[in-house]
């Protein structure tokens, strides 16, 4: 039996970044673009902050 590993949804990153980005804008768009740049904006939000 081989065994195989299904991927699905949205991966760490771009939860954290939508997590992030929504409680510092209150903004469901941003959060949505943010999770598109993921752990760019991730690394962004730290070096900024």
Known sequence: ???TV??????FGSALAMVISYTTHQSVLWAIIH???SWFYVVYFVVTR
């Open 35 to 37: 999770g598109i740049f």
């Open 1 to 3: 039996m081989q065994g």
């Open 6 to 11: 299904v991927k699905s949804g949205i991966g």
